[in-house]
């Protein structure tokens, strides 16, 4: 089994709706991270949280939301989803403490197309 | 600010050649570098990094990178190439006080037969 685990892997909406992404992770890291990929782009992050309680905005917040339910689940909302929110998503988990905090660890990726 | 740079989009290599993918890098204080592949319909795995130390670092399947501080340089080297090294290559940076990893743009190693 996966240690950091995705759903969906594809999704595929329409202008304006509500989504949920959903990210859960086996390896008992505090810190999860919501990062999504385009082409030409690179990783790009949107959310980050170092525990259940914290809750920081990345580069790329804007028109996105996160809970972080428990230390194992973090999930990414869009409100309202548009085009441009077109891409592959990508959670990542973390150990909290010394230098393993540097080593990511990261999910399969949710391919969202937004129509 | 920190950030990094991937001069290349794509690096061709034939197999058993040496394969040299660039990054250089961009922080305020010192930097923590790192190299992540990502394999088709697959995350990012975790190759090697450079905290502190030694400028050669030695990392998984073979890759090693070297540290230049002057040059503010982290390529990611491998003496002989495989196919199966194909693959999207992504430098990232952190310096000491940043919350989380700045990826590069990523760059596409095709190593031929």
């Known amino acids: 089994d996966a240690d950091v685990t995705q759903t969906p892997r594809n999704r595929i909406t329409k202008t304006g709706k509500r989504i949920m992404l959903e990210c859960s992770q086996t390896k008992g890291h505090d810190r999860m991270y919501w990062y999504r990929q385009d082409p030409g782009l690179g990783l790009r992050l949107i959310y980050y949280?170092?525990?259940?309680?914290?809750?920081n905005k990345g580069e790329i917040s804007d028109g996105y939301s996160v809970s972080r339910q428990a230390q194992a689940k973090f999930s990414l909302s869009l409100e309202s989803a548009i085009p441009n929110q077109t891409a592959l998503y990508f959670c990542a988990t973390s150990a909290g403490q010394g230098l393993k905090k540097e080593k990511l660890f990261f999910g399969s990726g949710t391919q969202l197309s937004v129509l | 600010a920190q950030s990094v740079a991937q001069p290349e989009d794509q690096v061709n290599v034939a197999e058993g050649n040496p394969l040299t993918v660039k990054c250089t890098y961009s922080?305020?204080?010192?930097?923590?570098l790192f190299w992540y592949v990502q394999y088709p319909n697959r995350g990012l795995q975790f190759l090697l990094k450079y905290i502190t130390g030694d400028n050669l670092v030695k990392g998984s399947y073979g890759f090693e990178a070297e540290f230049n501080k002057s040059q503010t340089s982290f390529h990611l080297k491998k003496p002989s190439a495989l196919v199966s090294d194909s693959a999207l290559y992504f430098c990232?940076?952190?310096?000491?006080?940043?919350?989380?990893?700045?990826f590069g743009k990523g760059t596409s190693l095709l190593v031929t037969p």
């Open positions: 949280s170092f525990d259940v309680k914290d809750i």
């Open positions: 990232a940076v952190r310096d000491g006080s940043g919350y989380a990893l700045n």
């Open positions: 922080v305020s204080g010192n930097p923590y």
